[in-house]
């Protein structure tokens, strides 16, 4: 039912908590799951923006694009990071573009990456398996190893300098925040990669049949501009690459913390695909989204006035025990009724969670029929970034099973 400015309404309450303060980005799944635990919308007075922090009301509001729109946010400056188009817009621009993203990240053409992304990660997890057990770190040598193997080269990417895409990729996700000197590192070493981005998103560049080929065809039949085309490209670039290679190192260390979780896998093959759905609940590669409210509000008997700056901290509702049963514990059977937030939700939901998913299936399943245990041999090192989370550094001893 719609809430309306006359029920019972309270003003949202204010907090001190600092989301971007080291000790929060250090400890974000305790720290936001405070914040979760004040009330469904609070004030944060430092910055001046809201809150919303539970599942359910970020749901609804995610659901309701008319009063919560993406062309402002916290923080929002132009930024030569930040790509104009589609995570900025509202309907009916965002139609368009959304349309332009998906008609080439489609069902067929994520079938046509399907069999080149099986066939390499075999080949990788049986190159590290070669001489029996491994000590790896997950993030490099499996996950950026997998990632930007298979994704650029289905972009028609060259082989060389594809690390700027990790660089750009963690400046997107850090402009997203406050000045400061966290920042201002992030950003200088974005800037590193950045034309290497801007470079490979030209339209001569394109081999015949790519992603961004497609793009540009779209412009050519005029359903696009070219301006456009190179800002979806661009999208595609910021967006596609620390996401993935962070939630499949995260997704590791589940693992490697849960050894019971990894043998009820290998035991049950079957559950591969929930299993991922369970590690981006648990560890979401994204911590939170932006919109204002472009009319007076109410979310879960919270107060939101017009114009109001709005984060959605759907990190913190991965963990929401109003609903998920034990939402600190990671079970790749777990039955997750409404899903997760990890992919956002409604008109802006990730246009790019197919190639996620199938980068992350493929990988766990060639996992799956080849390694009898994952271990932790050091400690695991947790990349410190305000919008994205990750590991920068899991080492795991991988032992091969008997095959
Ligand atoms: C595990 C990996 C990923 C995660 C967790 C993730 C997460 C998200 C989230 C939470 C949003 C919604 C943002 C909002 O509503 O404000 C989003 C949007 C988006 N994502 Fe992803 N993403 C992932 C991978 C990818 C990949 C691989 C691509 C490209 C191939 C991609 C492209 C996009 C684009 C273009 C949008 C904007 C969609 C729109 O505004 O309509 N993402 N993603």
């Known amino acids: 039912m719609t809430e309306t400015v006359a029920d019972t309404v309270i003003e949202a309450p204010e907090t001190d908590y600092d989301p971007f303060a080291l ?15 004040l009330a469904p919308v ?13 599942y359910a009301e970020i749901k609804k509001a995610l659901r309701d694009p008319r009063t919560f729109s993406s062309t402002s946010r916290p923080f929002y400056a132009p930024s030569p990071f930040r790509p104009r188009i589609l995570i900025l817009e509202d309907p009916p621009e965002h139609n368009r573009s959304k349309g332009a993203v998906l008609k080439v990240l489609n069902e067929e053409n994520l079938q046509r990456m399907e069999a080149y992304f099986k066939d390499w990660a075999e080949q990788l997890v049986d190159r590290l398996l070669a001489d029996g057990p491994v000590e790896i770190d997950a993030f490099r040598e499996l996950s950026v190893a997998f990632v930007l193997k298979v994704f650029p080269d289905v972009l028609g990417l060259p082989e060389e300098g594809r690390e700027a895409l990790l660089k750009f990729g963690d400046a ?34 394109q081999a015949e049949g790519s992603i961004g080929w497609m793009l540009y ?27 993935t290679t962070a939630s499949i190192a995260s997704m590791i260390r589940a693992f490697a ?3 019971g979780e990894w043998q009820k896998l290998r035991e049950n093959p079957e559950l591969v695909d929930n299993a991922w759905e369970e590690a981006i609940r648990y560890y979401p590669a994204s911590r939170y989204g932006g919109r204002w409210a472009k009319k007076e509000t109410v979310l879960g008997g919270v107060r939101i006035p017009e114009g109001a700056k709005i984060l959605t901290m759907w990190l913190g509702a991965g963990r929401d025990g109003r609903q998920y049963e034990n939402p600190d514990e990671f079970h790749v059977d777990r039955e997750m009724k409404g899903g997760h937030l990890s992919f956002g939700f409604g008109i802006h939901t990730c246009a790019g969670q197919g190639v996620a998913r199938l980068e992350a299936r493929t990988l766990l399943r060639a996992l799956v029929e080849r390694v009898e245990r994952i271990e932790l041999v050091g400690e695991p090192v947790q990349a410190v970034n305000y919008q994205a989370f990750g590991h920068e550094k899991v080492p795991v001893r991988l032992t091969p099973a008997r095959r």
Request: glycine residues 6%; negative net charge; proline residues 2%.
């Open 23 to 37: 000790e929060s980005l250090q400890n974000v799944h305790e720290m936001d799951g405070r914040c979760r635990e």
């Open 42 to 54: 609070v004030y944060v007075k430092k910055y001046d923006y809201y809150a919303i922090t539970r």
């Open 172 to 205: 997107v996700f850090n402009v997203f925040g406050p000045d400061s000197e966290l920042q201002r590192q992030k950003l200088a070493r974005g800037a590193e990669g950045q034309e290497w981005v801007e470079a490979n998103t030209a339209k001569e560049l």
């Open 217 to 243: 065809q779209q412009a050519e039949e005029g359903k696009i501009t070219e301006t456009e085309a190179q800002q979806i490209l661009k999208s595609i670039f910021a967006a596609g690459f620390d996401t």
């Open 257 to 259: 913390d849960n050894p």
